[in-house]
């Protein structure tokens, strides 16, 4: 197989240096607005500025939101549908719903309720009957996992915004934090917690562009053979776990995690999301699922590179009290999602080690935050 | 100027016996998760379901939500940068806060938060420094005019969905019912309430499609200078009116709507949006703002499809007890915004008559509901 150069992000098609300007600009117009809520007696939670899913109190109440998008993924499963016959648009749609609960469930939320946004590039996007069955289908499966209502959406068609059938998939999430203690913010993460990884299903929704991109240096595209036998394009489209399930099982049996860090974009590196100063110690290594060791492979990306943009087998990392890890391990296993006492947070300079890769990222290596 | 054919919506690209089949099917598939909330002690109002925005009833505090596009009207903007030399997208900003706010309020909500969904056709979109200002401005001018935090939101860069050089417009909206006399479902609606219109500034961001497919029509496009002298182009892009300062001044006055129409899509049929069997006698016309006079006349249509598509100068109509008709239209003029006591709702068949232009809207022509 010929590797010209190896892929990065830039080479495939996002470029953070541009985008990153107007996040800042509009994170710190965003706060500036924060003090519109004073005239509703209600109040911000201003440490869930920069975290993953927004927090207001509401007379005591705590109601956490977020939208969040698919990304490019729809584009892989319209491309694996011609070899596999299949839509694939029930697990993109559990994809979708994905970004936004697990987002949601970082600040100890419990999501209530998704609002789909559906924008396809024309209205003939709607009149493939299978494909919208399986959207439809699969977003009522993936909201009944998370015991969500699906409270509406938005269905335009936006010929000349969104390219001919095409289709931009997001979703909007409303939940509460039914125990202020829940609220992982501030000062409960700290050294001596254990940092507990479950176990992702594949790429999950994040590096797919790099995915995507790669599959045009695979002489038969998404249909080669990885390792487990399987096809790159159908094992690209495992759908992303739903760790609802996990957070809520954690609540009912007593643990609180002291911090949550979902594990999308810039991979490993959001491991050391929280904005204190700890260094985060991980001594074990998840199983990688083959299609990101593929993806490694043959994107010729080098270890800095894979856990520092992919997930690598670590979908979602919960951090806890020592003592409580067996237990949080123990819990995703009987709902299905492997997990592993993978790390420790220590005192010291912000960083993550990966100590059986030798790999470190500094804080230099993550900017969230305006 | 040549016109071989009368433009409709379909002609304009969007189609919606395309859309409306996965509509209902999602409607139904979303009425089924309803149960999902029992879970959670939360219950939803499910007369909310088929409304403009959906409510859930947390321990007594009534949450609102939406997340609602702003369409094609960005394209606008893009041919009109050319001609005006400005990006707009400080109006295009308040047009997607106005679409989920607008919404929002038509169910008795006050908005509280918002998110913004700013999708790309590619990271350079993000680069054009003069748009960016202008959107993250005009983004936090409108959330201050709502009294709204501006929570977050998602900036991806999705070349291969999004077309290059485009942007995909949407916001989420979180707000709360105050106090639950105000949730206008059910049955405080009856006749001999009276309807009040609140003025629109011109087209909003509903019959873009058509108003956009009109400019290839016109020698001059948007350029073409409409009966006060303005440009055709430049006339399109005057913002949504906010109306939550109307409602939110109603309330402090003791007003308690008894339900609330956004005038969007399908026009003044909306005003029968309410799902009860009444008839809408409208005796008051609004002035029609010059630009949807112009696309009337230039495209073609005749009042019926005209006042069955467009606002035609009402963008908001609320319903009152007839007593205070006279009250809220004062409210709404000291606030800037004209009004009119246009009608009254009387027993009857559903439909919406417009006297003075002898129309009538039957129930067959609104199906919102699954």
């Given at each position: 197989m010929s590797q010209q150069t190896p892929l990065d992000y830039t080479a495939a098609?996002?470029?953070?240096?541009?985008i990153d300007p107007l996040k800042l600009l509009a994170q710190r117009a965003a706060a500036g607005t924060a003090a519109n809520l004073a005239a509703h007696d209600v109040g911000e939670i201003a440490a869930s500025r920069g975290e993953s899913a927004y927090v207001m109190d509401v007379g005591g109440l705590l109601i956490a939101c977020i939208t969040e998008c698919l990304g490019t993924k729809a584009l892989?499963?319209?491309?694996?549908?011609?070899?596999?016959?299949?839509?694939h648009y029930d697990t993109i749609a559990q994809d979708t719903i994905a970004m936004a609960v697990n987002d949601l469930i970082t600040v100890g939320?419990?999501?209530?309720?998704?609002?789909?946004?559906w924008s396809a590039g024309g209205s003939e996007w709607f009149a493939d009957a299978q494909r919208m069955n399986d959207l439809v289908r699969g977003w009522?499966?993936?909201c009944d996992a998370c015991k969500v209502s699906w409270g509406g959406g938005e269905t335009p068609a936006l010929a000349g915004v969104v390219e001919a059938g095409r289709i931009d998939l997001a979703a909007s999430c409303v939940g509460i934090v039914k125990e202020r203690s829940r609220l992982p913010l501030g000062d409960t993460l700290k050294a001596g917690d254990a940092i507990v990884f479950l176990a992702s299903s594949g790429i999950h929704a994040n590096g797919v562009s790099l995915a995507r991109k790669l599959s045009e240096r695979l002489p038969d595209g998404y249909a080669t053979r990885i390792s487990d036998g399987r096809m790159y394009g159908e094992a690209l489209l495992d759908p992303t776990v739903l760790y609802v399930p996990v957070t809520?099982?954690?609540?009912?049996?007593?643990?609180?995690?002291?911090?949550?860090a979902n594990i999308t974009g810039h991979g490993w590196r959001k491991v050391m999301r929280h904005p204190a100063e700890l260094t985060y110690r991980i001594h074990t290594l998840p199983d990688a699922p083959p299609v990101?060791?593929?993806?490694?492979?043959?994107?010729?990306?080098?270890?800095?590179?894979?856990?520092?943009?992919?997930?690598?087998?670590?979908?979602?990392?919960?951090?806890?009290?020592?003592?409580?890890?067996?237990?949080?391990?123990?819990?995703?296993?009987?709902?299905?999602?492997?997990a592993w006492n993978a790390g420790v947070v220590e005192a010291g300079p912000k960083r993550v080690l990966i100590e059986p890769l030798k790999l470190e990222y500094g804080a230099d290596d993550l900017h969230l935050r305006a």
């Open positions: 098609g996002v470029d953070y240096s541009k892989v499963a319209d491309a694996v549908r011609a070899l596999s016959g299949r839509t939320a419990t999501p209530l309720s998704i609002h789909a946004y009522q499966t993936a809520e099982a954690l609540y009912a049996a007593g643990i609180t995690p002291h911090y949550c990101l060791s593929f993806i490694q492979e043959h994107a010729g990306i080098d270890d800095r590179e894979a856990y520092g943009s992919l997930n690598m087998g670590a979908g979602f990392a919960i951090f806890v009290a020592a003592e409580q890890a067996d237990e949080v391990v123990r819990i995703s296993h009987s709902l299905g999602i492997k």
